[in-house]
Antibody, heavy 123, light 111 residues
Framework: QVQLQESGPGLVKPSQTLSLTCSVS??????????WSWIRQPAGKGLEWIGR???????NYNPSLKSRVTISVDTSKNQFSLKLSSVTAAETAVYYC???????????????WGQGTLVTVSS | QSVLTQPPSVTGAPGQRVTISCTGS?????????VHWYQQLPGTAPKLLIY???NRPSGVPDRFSGSQSGTSASLAITGLQAEDEADYYC???????????FGGGTKLTVL
């Protein structure tokens, strides 16, 4: 069973860049037809998909965040990362990394999730 | 406002059956994109419950089942148990937004 673990600063100042890393264990990030995604959840609210990356480096981003998001992968470390620039207080949330499975119809689902990490945007 | 609409809450007594609806449109569920369901217990990460409308990952009891009709999908839970008390989210793909979308979530309370 693959396991994912998020890491990174729990506090980021407004207008700065949020940076998180997801470490994958129990399987190679390069094996299988899987994507690797980031999802966030503000306290008491629903889930918002941020973006995904394939081991080749190919990415897809939520259009509402696209101008500020970068997801990258380091296959040698079995990790992938999220950078979100110019953050505001409204982006305080629990950030999850997950393994994503593509479906022939064009949708995807997350079959393995990290435990999540709370990032607070505050001065 | 979520692209996929779920009731904010549902309630049921132990042993009963409840259903949670997920209503979309012609750019997501109605466009034949599969629907998936997640269970989120308090203070934990979401867990995959149903994928591709009706399939259960290993370890998910058969008390949980999914269905689809037109631009909507439903999650049914039979033989309600106290440990089913959680938030439930549906997910699909929207081709007008070009993004994976989630419903707003439904809080299940077991009386």
């Amino acid at each position: 069973q693959v396991q994912l673990q998020e890491s990174g600063p729990g506090l980021v100042k407004p207008s700065q860049t949020l940076s998180l890393t997801c470490s994958v264990s129990g399987g190679s990030i390069s094996s299988g037809n899987y994507y690797w995604s980031w999802i966030r959840q503000p306290a008491g609210k629903g889930l918002e998909w941020i973006g995904r990356i394939y081991s080749s480096g190919s990415t897809n981003y939520n259009p509402s965040l696209k101008s500020r998001v970068t997801i990258s992968v380091d296959t040698s470390k079995n990790q992938f990362s999220l950078k979100l620039s110019s953050v505001t207080a409204a982006e305080t949330a629990v950030y999850y990394c997950a393994r994503e499975v593509p479906v022939y119809s064009g949708s995807y689902y997350e079959d393995n999730w990290g435990q999540g990490t709370l990032v607070t945007v505050s001065s | 406002q979520s692209v996929l609409t779920q009731p904010p809450s549902v309630t049921g007594a132990p042993g009963q059956r409840v259903t949670i609806s997920c209503t979309g449109s012609s750019s997501n569920i109605g466009a034949a994109y599969d629907v998936h369901w997640y269970q989120q217990l308090p203070g934990t990460a979401p867990k995959l419950l149903i994928y591709r409308y009706t399939n259960r990952p290993s370890g998910v009891p058969d008390r949980f089942s999914g269905s689809q009709s037109g631009t909507s999908a439903s999650l049914a839970i039979t033989g309600l148990q106290a440990e089913d008390e959680a938030d439930y989210y549906c997910q699909s793909y929207d081709n007008s937004l070009s993004v994976s979308v989630f419903g707003g979530g439904t809080k299940l309370t077991v009386l």
